[in-house]
Structure formats: structure tokens, C-alpha cells
């Protein structure tokens, strides 16, 4: 069989199919908030070395002051040269992402404290002097980075486990913190590396690979409908100590003390709006996908061929990807599998073949230039990664 | 507020130009989506979707589509698989053809076994195989292989991740294989 019979056929099977596929609404309108719910109701018990972050609301004022004004200009990235010069020049090249979500929610009789911050930081190498290929070190930017405490604020109690939530699969936003120290009230200090909302999968089927990483085939999968009740959710080894959460974990409500939040966000802002959003995807044997997005505006001589040639074609950005792996030595790719996606100009998935097998543990950075279109030849990117 | 179905298509028979316009409308941005998934062009998809409205045009009437929608869809992906397959500058890295090879790897048979099926035979089958699947399932595989979207397209438009729709469609394929396989039909 080949697919153009399959795809003759597909051509002929009755209407009702195509009508219903274009029709489908989801029956979960409100994943968003379940989102929200799962971290808010699972992520704050504390495993080792990760917290998770609840603000007060005034808090969450200023910084939703700054994130709407921030959001209120749609076109962030503007790579020219003149501006890729600025970005060299900013001397505390950090990428931050928070997601916000206020209120409570009440679900299935649960009360869901809402009120959480996640920012992400993503640590960039100051770019300026460096080449590619040089050897790169986060450790020079710890130094750069605030100091936060998270202070545990109060403690609740699930009555009852969501539905949906899975063992090992329920991921929750937690912090990565660098240096954390337990202080004497109690309180956690230390460098926050990396804070994220973690997706999660409500039904869970099977090989299920999160963040990249597969799933230890020592690990059961539980089957959607099945009772949880009395198994081992989570393990942990904390302060020397290992636990093992089961049917009705807590769930700690934490508040953060930022000494230099604020005018910490607006710079970073500004750096926010000079460069792309990249993200690993996907990393198999001999194969890292990206996905990278971003929104431009364009000097007002720019011509309407080369706007639509970045806005549309996308997918031929980008021709040059080098994999820097943690003890120094440079891998070279070809790419190939970009896809553009659909209805969003500006996003695409680009995927690098290797020849040799790579670890993802193993890479520090990705960095990516070279693109086909001249007046973007400036955009240089060094993305760290993350493995989880 | 776009016009229904019924209304566009009095149009047609009435022979009033405002009927392309109303279709456009309508369902201008799912033929372009759709389009665009086959040939990942938005040049090329743009044509495609013109000419899709003009085969309407000159099909209704005397043809009298049950809905509307699936019969434009059926047409501008028919449009767009001819421009597709004939298009030697095509770029081969669109949703469509990934999702056909996904399909070509999976469903791969001597030549004298897939002859004994022609494409009638073969839908018939596949609407055997919809029919088993739960809602959720059969909608994602329309999405992928009668509408060639991508995986995230997919999982923005039922709610999943992307990476659940991607292992949803890998068992929806191996699925197929058995269910074709029980039939004797391939491999």
C-alpha cells in the first residue's frame, strides 16, 4: 500500500467523519485552570531541593503591573544588527518567563490556593566576545542571579486525590535551587536555577516521555480509572532523609520574599524583547527537536517580501546548529524534519539528526545561528538546556 | 456573522458570486489551515484554495452537498494533493507528507496484495475502523490524516498534549494494522 491510495481513500470515506473532526470541541474547556489546580495542589509538597512558590497578592500586583505592560506590546523580537549589538551589551543576559494565576479555585469539594508565581529562568552566557564553539560556564553568572527565601507559610491537607492525577506523571512546578541553605527559622535560601510549571499528563497511557526524558521502565504506569489509594505517589530524599508520599500528600503553601524582584523583571523584560523562545522539544538517540517561536516587527523600510519570507518561512532560519556538550566538545548536526505549524506563523519545530548518539544529559548548550535571509543574519542564540 | 450552509448553497443555484464570498467567510481560514498542512506553502495554498472555490462553483449545482463544510473540505484537500503531487519544487517537509509517511511506514506491503484493494474498498474499511475508536481517537486521526494538521494543531484543538497525541496516534496506527491485518487485507 502506498499513501496515495491511503490518502485517495481518505478522500472518499463519508462526510460525517471530516465534519465531526472539524467540529470537535474538547470536552475539558477549562485545562488551563486544571493546570493551575494540579500545581497549585500537588507542587507545593516539598521534595528535595524544590519548593514551590506562593505569593501574597500584592506581590502578584506588581508583578502582573509589569507582565500586563509587557504583554501589551505583541512584538518583542527585533533582531537587527543594531540591536543584537544591544543585547551583547546587556550584561545580565538572563531569559525569564512567569506565568500567573490568581484566585482560588473549589473542585470536587477541594479548595485550590491559586495564588502561585512560576517564573523560569533561563540562564544565557553573556554573548559578547564569544564565539562559537568557545567553551562556555554558568558559573560566573551565579553571582548575578538574586538571592530569594521561600518561607513555609502553612500547611494543608488533600481529603481527596483528583481524578486525574497519576504517580510520576502529575508533575508539578517546583524550584531548582543552586547553593540552598535551610535557615534557622526554618525558611530556604538560596539561588534560584530554574522554577517551572511542569506539564502533566491526566490520562496516562503507557510510554509517556516527559521533558525527554523516558520513562524508567521500572516505573508502572497506572492505568486511567484505577484506585490509587495507598500507593507510593512520590519519593524523595530530603535533608538526608527519604520519604514516600502516598494517598493524601500535603500540600504546603509557601510565601517567597524577593528583596530585588521587581527591578530585577523590568530588566529582563528588556532583554526578553531581543531574542527568540527556544525550547527542546524532543531528544532521542541521534536526534534533538526545537521548538523555537518569536514575533517581530520590522524597520518601516523592511519590504513586505523579506517580512513574509521571516514570518512565513521561518523553517529556513536557522542552518547552523551546534551542540556544546559539558566537557567542551562541539557536535555538529545536519537539520532536518522543520516543521512549520499551523496557523502560527512564527512558530516552527526544527530537528537536528546526529551521527553519533547524544545524551541530552551530556549537553550544555545549543546554540544556533546563520540564517538564509541577510537582514537576520545577527540572531546568534545560546540555549541552555535543562535535562530533567 | 457568517451565513449558513443552506443560504450559501441557494447561492450557488442562484448563481450569485456572493456565495464564493459567504464560503470564504465561512470557512476561508480551515481551507487555508487545510491547505497549507499539505503543501506547506501559503502561496501555493492560497491558489489552491481559489481554485477549490471555483470547482465548487462549477460542481454546485447540479451537486446538492449534504454539508457544505466536509464537501469544500473533501474538494480543497483534493486541490491541494494534485498541486501537491505535481508541484516538483514542493517542499517535502509539510504536515502532510510526515503524516503519510508515518502511515507508508507503518502499512508498507507487497505490491500484488495491495492491488486487490482499490481506494473504494479501502475507505470502506477505514470508516469500519473509525467507527471502533471512542470520539477523541477518531477525531485526532481525522485531524492528522484527513486534515494533515500537525501534532500540536491537534492537541491545541482537543485539548492534550502534544506528546499524547503523538503516542494516541502511534496506537491508533498499530490498530489499523491489526484491524486491516484480522481482514487479510495487508501485509
Known sequence: MNHKK???????????????????????????????????????????????????????????????????????????????????????????????????????????????????????????????????NRQPLRDQLPKYRVKREAEEWLTKLPDWYRPNECWMGGTDFLDSTVQEDGSLEGYILYTANWTYSPIVQGDVIQCGIEIPPTLRLIEEGEDTTGLILQQSHTDGKYYEYTYNPPVILCEITLDQEIRQLELVTDALELHETVEVTDCSLTSLSLRLSGSYSFPEDTSDSVQNRVTNGLSSLFNHITIVMKDGSIVTGDSSGRTNMADNAGVFQQSILFEQPINLDDVEWVHVDGTGIPEFEGIDLWIPVHPE | MPMDDETIIQLFFERSEQAI?????????????????????????????????????????????????????????????????????????????????????????????????????????????????????????????????????????????????????TRIRQQMKDYLKEREVFI
Open chain 1, 6 to 136: 491511503f490518502s485517495e481513500a481518505m478522500n472518499l470515506i463519508d462526510d460525517r467523519f471530516y465534519e465531526e473532526a472539524n467540529n470537535y470541541t474538547p470536552r475539558r474547556q477549562n485545562r488551563a485552570w486544571v493546570k493551575w489546580c494540579a500545581a497549585a495542589a500537588c507542587a507545593a509538597v516539598v521534595f528535595s531541593g524544590t519548593v514551590v512558590l506562593a505569593a501574597n497578592l500584592s506581590f502578584v500586583d506588581k508583578i502582573a503591573d509589569i507582565l500586563l505592560n509587557r504583554n501589551s506590546d505583541k512584538e518583542h523580537v527585533v533582531a537587527t544588527t543594531e540591536q543584537k549589538e544591544l543585547y551583547a551589551q546587556y550584561s545580565n543576559p538572563l531569559d525569564i518567563d512567569v506565568e500567573l494565576e490568581c484566585g482560588r479555585l473549589h473542585l470536587d469539594g477541594i479548595c485550590y490556593d491559586t495564588t502561585n508565581i512560576f517564573i523560569s529562568y533561563r540562564l544565557y552566557p553573556n554573548i559578547e566576545g564569544l564565539q562559537p564553539g568557545d567553551p562556555v
Open chain 2, 21 to 169: 464570498r459567504e464560503l470564504d467567510i465561512k470557512y476561508g481560514s480551515l481551507c487555508h489551515s487545510l491547505s497549507y498542512n499539505i503543501l506547506g506553502s501559503r502561496e501555493d495554498a492560497e491558489e489552491c484554495v481559489n481554485d477549490a472555490y471555483q470547482a465548487v462553483w462549477s460542481s454546485v449545482p447540479p451537486t446538492r452537498p449534504l454539508s457544505l463544510q466536509a464537501y469544500l473540505c473533501k474538494v480543497t484537500r483534493n486541490v491541494s494533493l494534485t498541486r501537491y503531487h505535481h508541484n516538483s519544487a514542493a517542499k517535502r517537509n509539510s504536515s502532510y507528507t510526515v503524516a503519510m509517511q508515518e502511515i507508508e511506514e507503518l502499512l508498507s506491503a507487497p505490491e500484488t496484495v495491495e492491488a486487490a484493494v482499490d481506494a473504494r474498498e479501502l475507505a470502506e474499511l477505514i470508516e469500519g475502523f473509525l467507527e471502533q475508536l471512542n470520539r477523541e481517537n477518531r477525531v485526532i486521526f481525522m485531524l492528522r490524516y484527513g486534515c494533515s494538521e500537525s501534532y500540536a494543531a491537534i492537541a491545541k484543538r482537543v485539548g492534550l498534549s502534544r506528546k499524547n497525541v503523538s503516542v494516541r496516534l
